[in-house]
């Protein structure tokens, strides 16, 4: 019987086994001298896989994600200095890789740090519990967390026809809130649930490219960003696909009620707060005439 599973799933599932297989190498050469396919005690082999939920520190298995993802960085402490080390991160820091994007964005990427890549569940954690959180970060920094090879800029060949979602929060009524909501936005990324097509698709068709480029939060005086950047905008991308509106809107959809948890109908517009709003990055550009769409 052919296997449903597809990509890292699948790969997951053959890490699994073969952990298994090699701390019981007496299955595999039996097999071999009968030439029949040997009943394999699966609870026994079970007990010989580690994960990080049962074994924190000798797991013998990851949990790979669908996609492998970069965190970066930027501060007002980090413009202009060729750091040694990113102030950050417990890790030592991920040389810059060469950028992707034109050279009108090669100045701002000069600013700003590649933090480190990760690919799998533990790696995710290992990261998040040795970063400073958002409510702790100075003013004027930011935390991008993108996909592997796309640079957090407009320029970037996988942003130029897309836009973001995001929401303004007042800083002094959500610093005890935005840690949280800055972790579950990650969450929702790397689980690829704010655009679920990457992780439906039908395995025997190409797998398509999730709307999701990357997540964005800042910090500035009296406020704090959450972002999501998708790699298409209703009305900008010439090959548009059908029902791209209704995906987009329910990439905001989720953000809102899912991932921040607001109830539907919730108005959140206000002092120095806005509604979860979609522009396209071309938008972004107009001083008038921008079209938003909100949930």
């Known amino acids: 019987m052919a296997s449903t599973l597809t990509g890292p799933a699948l790969t997951a599932s053959r890490n699994a086994l073969s952990a298994a297989m090699a701390d019981h190498p007496d299955i595999e050469e039996d097999s071999k001298e009968s030439g029949e396919v040997q009943e394999v005690n699966m609870e026994s082999q079970a007990e010989s ?95 991008y967390l993108f996909k592997e090879g796309i640079i957090p800029a407009w320029e970037d060949e996988a942003n130029k026809n897309g836009g973001k979602w995001s929401i303004q929060l007042p800083k002094d009524k959500n610093r005890g809130n935005v840690d949280k909501m800055w972790l579950y936005t990650m969450l929702a990324a790397i689980g690829e649930t704010f655009d679920p097509s990457l992780t439906t698709a039908d395995p025997s068709s190409p797998t398509p490219a999730s709307l999701i480029t990357g997540v964005i939060v800042s910090t500035r005086p009296q406020f704090y960003r959450l972002s999501i950047w998708t790699r298409l905008a209703p009305g900008v991308s010439a090959t548009e696909e059908g029902g791209l509106k209704e995906r987009i809107e329910g990439v905001g959809r989720h953000f809102k009620y899912s991932v921040l948890g607001y109830p539907e109908n919730a108005k959140l517009a206000g002092p120095l707060a806005t509604e979860v709003e979609f522009l396209s990055h071309k938008d972004s550009e107009k001083k008038k005439g921008a079209k938003k769409i909100t949930v």
């Open 49 to 143: 896989i580690r994960t990080v939920f049962s074994d924190p520190t000798n797991f013998n298995v990851k949990h790979p994600l669908y996609s492998s993802w970069t965190l970066w960085f930027d501060s007002p402490a980090t413009k202009g200095r060729n750091l040694p080390q990113t102030p950050v991160s417990a890790f030592p820091p991920t040389p810059v890789a060469q950028t992707p994007g034109p050279a009108a964005a090669q100045g701002w990427m000069e600013d700003i740090k590649r933090v480190i890549s990760f690919d799998s569940v533990e790696e995710f954690w290992g990261l998040y519990n040795n970063i400073v959180p958002p409510s702790q970060l100075p003013q004027k920094a930011n935390y």
